[in-house]
């Protein structure tokens, strides 16, 4: 008989798992960090041998930083519409032809630029970024083609009912006047001039304000064009930023919000409320506690709510992290006769965490997962830029992965008890129901 490498499957033995090694160290590459002449930081991460790299730039203005709803999004995205040398299908049409791909996107605090190009074209494809991020113009027509086609992606998903309990949640949470209670509403992609985009980037897009991560297969080569093109000398309105203001949420006293919406067929429901930030001692082992309330396929929450009763076909639960604060959040849409006994459920589960120690064994199906799950995230060469960028923007230390390792192996039965009963308090949860009324 040919030996073929394969065993055949009666030598399989189906019936024992497969052992739990332990997790060592989670050796996740540092980026090179260099200040280049202009003063603008450059994170080198040099790794992968495809002839590919990734750029991103970081502008430190966002969706916090706007003076108006859509400011720092639209003042972003209207980059590759046009420069003094180039028009936007010229901008589309030469990163084509090298084959990159650009991404442009706003976040709370930052404003992002992604590209991905062939090594052997980086030069030329980093030309033509960095002519779009120093000399935009933000052409009116089209700007009034970007706002319109956004504004009707708008109306097309402010209809649906996870959109409206989603706002409406973070509306009762933060309250009206502050930047993340506000609602977008269609007037405001009317509001959208060039005059206020050019403010904003005058503000915040200058080369005191950014920074650069590249990685993949970065060479020497690949270093010089970018300090050639983005770091050799000073552009923009160059000037010191002021420190960002903390703006106090105003939470309304509502526990229970319904948003009606006679067309619908489901009911989407949010639940929330304040928790601790990023940096708080206790964020990393809340995580674990999370993940196994609601974070995973096999989470308490989709075990009763979905196997068990059938109510939905996927409920969650997670830290929502906002700058200096986060959100204990529970997400689901279901048929809306199940809404009132999802919400009895899920206060169920939380007692129960909060009574009842956890089994090693649940717990350490969370741990494998959890850890599985950071290494698939920081494996390649391009998921690794997500990694320090979100160190960066968070404003967390370069210890941040390997302390985040520890707490997940180290963190005990009673210490998830413990935190249960800390963080899991119903009272303080805010209940959003957009749907139809029974």
Known sequence: MEHTGILPSNSLDRTTPPLVRPFGKLDIVHPERRSMKNGMPLNVINVGNQEVVRLDILVGGGQWHQTLPLQAMFTNRMLREGTPSMTSSQIAEKLDYYGAWLDLSSSVNCGF???YSLSKYFERTLAIVAD???????????????????KQQFLVNSTRVEAISRKHLNRALFGEKHPFGHFTEAGDYDRIQADVLKKFYRDYYHSGNCSVFVSGKVTPEIVRCIEEHLGSQEWGAVREMPP??????????????FVERADALQSSLKMGGFVMDRKHPDFLKTRVLTTLFGGYFGSRLMSNIREDKGYTYGIGAGIVNYPGIGIL??????????VDSIITEVYKEMEI???????DEELTMVKNYMLGDWCRSYEGPFSLPEAWIYVQTADLDDDFFNRSLDAIQQVTPEEIRLLAQRYFCKENLIEVVSGKKV
């Open 113 to 115: 630029i992604t590209l």
């Open 353 to 359: 965490l909060q009574n009842d120690l956890v089994s």
């Open 329 to 338: 959040a529970i997400s689901t849409e279901a048929d809306n006769r199940y």
């Open 132 to 150: 779009m991020l120093m000399h935009p113009l933000f052409p009116e027509k089209e700007l009034s083609v970007v706002t319109e086609a956004n």
């Open 244 to 257: 960002l203001p903390m703006v106090k949420p105003q939470p309304t006293s509502q526990k229970h919000i």
